[in-house]
């Protein structure tokens, strides 16, 4: 993978992100959280620039990273869709609905789109299973998703009114 | 709660906001304006009332009158209709599927009926982020009275009397983790609260922290006089966003209440909780692992002994219990612990909260006593089984538990009863499967997720569990031979023995028990390359019913392959060579005549 060169003010960002937790080894997780707030992703330049400033080793900084799935180093899709793969979900056809997404969108879990448009994920349980089977496209929440509807949601977002009202389909 | 002659409750659990019912608050309050009934009337934004399948739900007191699938539009007819002319909205409230009636007053309801709320005793019924309402229901009283009245001894004897297990899966006994916390000497411990909720399908702890953040706060104050600690850790998954906020808020309030900081109630009594966000791995709800994690590091589980009681947290002694643990707690100090040890069965006390979801008539969150019997819960709660189809199983215990065939349905559920039957109680999720699921697919579901969250320290669980998934991968494509099935059973029982943590001895149950319960759909699989719940893929093959066939060409025009052939108004073909078995056609056709075989 090519080097990025970052930016003086993500540097920066960074740095304050960790002075904000005293610099202090023991708040990885926390630091790690907020940066890939702040950033959107991980990428291996970031992780050195906080290992050097929590005083420890970037090896360390990756084993973390690469843990925890909820780290990232590659970047997220514009519209990010995850796809609930909890037990309640999956029994009620969450994988079919999955299926349809990575053929509709022409990719795998993890990937994104080359626009860059969206990406695919799975997640595990959103608490949300009275809705199951369910998909989350950002922050919204589609309920008890047929695979006949993916298409329609992914058109939607492609024409820009992705936050319209397609959710309530019984 | 007073001032006020109506009160409108409207649910803001996480599935319910997931289906707007942000936005049914804000229409409620806005037709109580325009109608002029802001002084009588308050809309209340309360956690999770349990019965998840028919939110958004709104409540109105007085009366109990539950409103069912309410939309943001149904707002003004509510207050219109019922607030100003006391005429409840018919058509808004729950019909019985058996009876055909509706039930206004949700006490009448079956969901409700056998239920005992402990747990989830304010969830519904106050707003989380009011402390004022949370102190009207007796909230802090027994901090109080702990603190006032009884040594660090009485209230750990009253804990340890009480019968309460952990409810976080393991089921040890709470009083003796804090008489064994309490004992060990140090300059600092720690009680933490383990709201890592990971299992998938699970989600009581959550609705607990967001529709009763204050109840997590009294407790672990108690457990931190009786251990003689100063410091509280909350670790909650990052992926629960709302209980995160509404913790932050409850904590916020207390502080300024004086129930947590310096000096509480004026006995001198110190102590503060703070917040750990989790990143997203199972393996943390392991005690060690969870511990780790709080220090920065990777969740990898340890060697037990030492036990956190003894060394934990930075090294110290640390009391972990989980999130419904604690919310008992309060109750017990309360009404005392005689009332709670006659909850329940001899060796397990008090009532269990569960997730009920899956091919289930009413999925949602229900608390009922120890003792009751799936069948209860299942078909009395939960109103049997979805579209009529027939009972297959349940799974109790997520990825550590196991499938329970209709053999169990009598079974009354306690911790010494599912682990007798090859399952285990876990945090409370309880999946209920259907004649059109598939076990071994099922088994191969949760080996995927083991095989992502295992944390990769030991080679059992590590190498054991992806061989496992294999061998599963290779039976649903027909590619399995009858010794597979001894070999799964096998490498399960060396898995179990030798793994270092609970997830990796308890990983191979779900293997273990649907080969035991459901050996006959295993061999089918193996011997007759079939899979009888017509799940699995591979095995099966798309074709068109020429009989029911009209030729109408959507399925032609549909398939993402062209493997479909045929003339307009003629029985169409499906050339099986090219199929790739998406099922498009199978969904579209509106005549039934793509059939599985």
Redesign the interface.
Known sequence: MPKIKLADNTIKVIKDVCAEYNNS??????V??KVQHKLGYLPAEVQEVIAKELKTSVAKVY??VT?????SMVPKGEFPISIC????C???GAE?VL??FK?QLKVEVGESTGDGMFSLNC??????????P?VMVGEK?Y?RV???QVKQIITDYRDGCGSSDS??TA | MTDYKMHLLVCGGTGCKAADSDEIRNSLKYWIEQTGMEDDAQVVFTGCFGFCEKGPIVKVLPGNTFYVGVQPGDAEEIVKEHLVKGRPVQRLLYTDPVTKEEISDSKGMEFYKKQMRIALRNCGFINPENIEEYISRDGYMALGKCLTELSPQEVISEIKESGLRGRGGGGFPTGLKWEITNKSEADQKYVVCNADEGDPGAFMDRSILEGDPHSIIEAMAICGYCIGADKGLVYIRAEYPLAIERLKIALNQAREYGLLGEDILGTGFNFDISIRLGAGAFVCGEETALIHSMEGLRGEPTFKPPFPSVSGYLGKPTNVNNVETFANVPVIINKGANWFNKIGTEKSKGTKVFALAGKINNIGLIEVPMGTTLREVIYDIGGGIKDGKEFKSVQTGGPSGGCLTKDFLDTPIDYDNLIAAGSMMGSGGMIVMDEDDCMVSIAKFYLEFTLEESCGKCSPCRIGNKRLHEMLDKITKGEGEEKDIERLKMLSHVIKDTSLCGLGQSSPNPVLSTIANFEDEYLAHVNEKKCPSGQCKDLLKYEVVEDLCTGCTLCFRNCPVGAITGERRQPHYIDQSICIKCGVCYWKCKFNAIKLS
Do not use: D, W
Request: net charge positive; glycine share 14%.
């Open positions: 080894e023991g708040e990885l997780i926390n790690l959280h084993g973390v843990f925890y799935s909820f780290f793969m909890g037990t309640a999956y029994v009620r079919q299926n349809e053929r997640l595990r349980c959103l608490g949300a299973c009275g809705l199951s369910v929440v309920g047929a695979p006949t959710s309530k």
